[in-house]
């Protein structure tokens, strides 16, 4: 059954630092997600991202994030100077049209220190 | 705007006994409803999702859920659980009105399965 992948698993960074967060959505979905939970919170909503552009974004979505399709297979969410409360799992997800069930990786949990 | 509303935050059952994990939504028309499930570490599973159509849904696992519209409910159900049912679940509100919203999330409920 296709899954979503997401790389790396776990990832620990200096506060400051850039970081990519990479994902591999299920090969014929149009549509892509990122979600961020906090530890021990609920699951939050960051963007939405549909024919290489961004669809809708929270408030959380600031201008330190960014999300890119850089070729065909691949989405990616980079964090241009992170803080020590963007620490959390990062979650891609991705659907097939819109509106239909959203599928989602296993995560990256991120550790700015 | 969208709002779900997990009323437990832990609930503890024994093995073999019935489950009901509440959700209750606030949208202002018919809503995309989700339960997924997060063992611990691992990222989320969909159990089940209702769009339209029959109000009581059937699921993954055993798993089955019925859309209240009058009450906006959304309770998740299990006849009998099993000690592998131990994990977090989540209810979710996704947008029908035709954007690409992602889904609000509930702040879930911790199961405990006791034997």
């Known amino acids: 059954e296709p899954e979503v992948t997401q790389t790396p698993s776990h990832q620990v960074t200096q506060m400051g630092q850039e970081v990519i967060l990479r994902c591999v959505p299920i090969?014929?979905?149009?549509?892509f997600y990122w979600y961020r939970q906090i530890l021990g919170q609920k699951v939050e909503f960051l963007v939405s991202?549909?024919?290489?552009?961004?669809?809708?974004k929270s408030e959380i979505f600031d201008d330190q994030f960014s999300v890119e399709r850089p070729d065909g297979s691949n989405f990616t969410l980079k964090i241009r100077s992170t803080k020590l409360e963007d620490s959390a799992m990062y979650f891609c997800?991705?659907?097939?049209?819109?509106?239909?069930?959203?599928?989602f990786g296993p995560g990256t949990r991120l550790l700015v220190l | 705007a969208q709002s779900v509303t997990q009323p437990d935050i832990h609930i503890t059952v024994s093995e073999g006994a019935s489950l009901e994990l509440r959700c209750n939504y606030s949208?202002?028309?018919?809503?995309?409803l989700f339960w997924y499930v997060q063992s611990p570490g691992q990222g989320l599973q969909l159990l089940l999702k209702?769009?339209?159509?029959?109000?009581l849904v059937q699921g993954i696992k055993g798993f089955e859920a019925e859309f209240k519209r009058s009450q906006s409910s959304f309770n998740l159900r299990k006849p009998s659980v099993h000690w592998s049912d131990a994990a977090e679940y989540f209810c979710?509100?996704?947008?029908?009105?035709?954007?690409?919203?992602?889904?609000?999330f509930g702040k879930g409920t911790h199961l405990i399965i006791q034997p």
């Open positions: 997800a991705s659907s097939g049209i819109i509106q239909e069930t959203q599928y």
């Open positions: 090969s014929n979905h149009l549509y």
């Open positions: 991202f549909y024919n290489n552009e961004i669809s809708e």
């Open positions: 949208y202002g028309a018919t809503p995309y």
């Open positions: 209702y769009f339209s159509g029959d109000t």
């Open positions: 979710a509100v996704g947008d029908s009105g035709g954007g690409a919203d992602g889904l609000t």
